[in-house]
C-alpha cells in the first residue's frame, strides 16, 4: 500500500463484518454442518483471478477471524499492491468449517473494495498527475468510509465525506434558494468557514459564480469546448471541478483541460467487483 494511505482502523469494519456473517448465516450454516467434521483443518487461498488492485485484505481476514479467532491469515499482497492474473493474494489456515462458512462474506468485501480500488487506479493512470481524481458521496449505503478506504488505496482523493464537511451548492439548492447569488449570499450568512463550492451546468451560470466570489466551480455536465472555456474564465479567480458523464476515454483531454479536480461517482456506485477466488483444501 502507498504510505500514504492508512489502513483502516478495525472499529471501521468489525461490526459490520460481524452483522454480514449473520445474514448469510442465519440460524446456521446447514450445508457445511452436515459434511465437514468440526475438527477438520485446512489450507485456503485467495487466487487473482485477473489484474486489479487489492484492497480491504483486513476486512476479509476479520471474517475468518470472527469465525476462528485462531484462523492465522498470511497476506502475500497487502492494500495497494498490483496483482496479476495467478497470483496468490493470501493464505489462511485454520477449522475447515470456519473457512467455509466465511468464504462468501470475505470475498464480497474483498471484491468490492478490490474493484473499486482496480477502478480507481485505472482513472488516476489516464490522469498522468495532471488533475486530481476526486469520488463521490455515491457510496453503498453504510459501507461508505470502506469504499473510501478504496478509493484512497486506488490512488484517488476523497471529495467530502459526508453533508457536514464540504460545501457544495448545487443546481436545486440554486433552484430553491433563487439563484446563484442568493445562494451564495445566504452561505456566507451562515458563518460557515469552509470553501464555497457551486455547481455549473451553462457557462453563464459559471460567469455567475464567478461574480459571487465561489472559490471552487463544479462543471456539471459541460462538454470538452465548454470545459476549456470555463477554466479560462476560471483561471486565477477560483478552483474548477469537472463533474458528470466522466468516463476512461475522456480523461486524457480533460486531464488536459487545466481544471483542478475531476470527480467520478463510477468509482464506487458502478465499480465491478474484483475476479478473486477462495480454494481450499484439507489441511
Do not use: W
Not at 38 to 56: N, T, Y
Not at 142 to 157: D, H, I, N, P, S
Not at 161 to 177: C, E, Q, S, Y
Not at 238 to 257: N, P, Q
Request: aromatic share 2%; charged share 25%; with cysteine.
Amino acid at each position: 500500500m502507498s504510505s500514504t494511505v492508512e489502513p483502516l482502523a478495525p472499529d471501521a469494519y468489525r461490526d459490520l463484518v460481524r452483522q454480514a456473517l449473520e445474514e448469510d448465516i442465519g440460524r446456521a450454516d446447514i450445508t457445511t454442518r452436515a459434511t465437514i467434521d468440526p475438527d477438520q483443518r485446512a489450507r485456503a487461498i485467495v487466487l487473482a483471478k485477473s489484474s486489479c488492485v487489492i484492497a480491504g485484505i483486513d476486512v476479509a481476514a476479520e471474517a475468518f477471524r470472527q469465525l476462528d479467532p485462531d484462523a492465522s491469515v498470511t497476506v502475500h499482497h497487502p492494500d495497494g499492491s498490483r496483482c496479476d492474473e495467478g497470483t496468490v493474494v493470501a493464505e489462511i489456515k485454520g477449522r475447515a468449517a470456519a473457512l467455509l462458512t466465511a468464504e462468501r462474506t470475505a470475498l464480497n468485501f474483498l471484491q468490492r473494495l478490490t474493484g473499486i480500488a482496480t477502478l480507481t487506479r485505472q482513472f488516476v493512470d489516464r490522469a498522468a498527475g495532471r488533475i486530481t481524481v476526486l469520488d463521490t458521496r455515491k457510496t453503498t449505503p453504510l459501507l461508505r468510509e470502506l469504499e473510501k478506504y478504496a478509493v484512497r488505496v486506488g490512488g484517488g482523493t476523497n471529495h467530502r465525506h459526508g453533508l457536514h464537511d464540504g460545501i457544495l451548492i448545487k443546481d436545486n439548492h440554486v433552484r430553491l434558494a433563487g439563484g446563484v447569488q442568493q445562494a451564495i449570499e445566504r452561505m456566507r450568512e451562515s458563518g460557515e468557514s469552509l470553501p464555497i463550492e457551486v455547481e455549473a451546468q451553462t457557462l453563464a451560470q459559471v460567469d455567475d459564480a464567478l461574480a459571487a466570489g465561489a472559490e471552487i466551480i463544479l462543471l456539471d455536465n459541460l462538454s470538452n469546448p465548454e470545459i476549456f472555456e470555463a477554466v479560462t474564465r476560471c483561471r486565477g479567480r477560483a478552483k474548477t471541478e469537472i463533474s458528470g458523464g466522466v468516463t476512461l476515454a475522456r480523461m486524457v483531454d480533460l486531464a488536459a483541460s487545466g481544471a483542478d479536480y475531476v470527480s467520478i461517482g463510477a468509482l464506487t456506485h458502478s465499480a465491478p467487483a474484483a475476479d478473486l477466488s477462495f480454494e481450499i483444501e484439507p489441511g
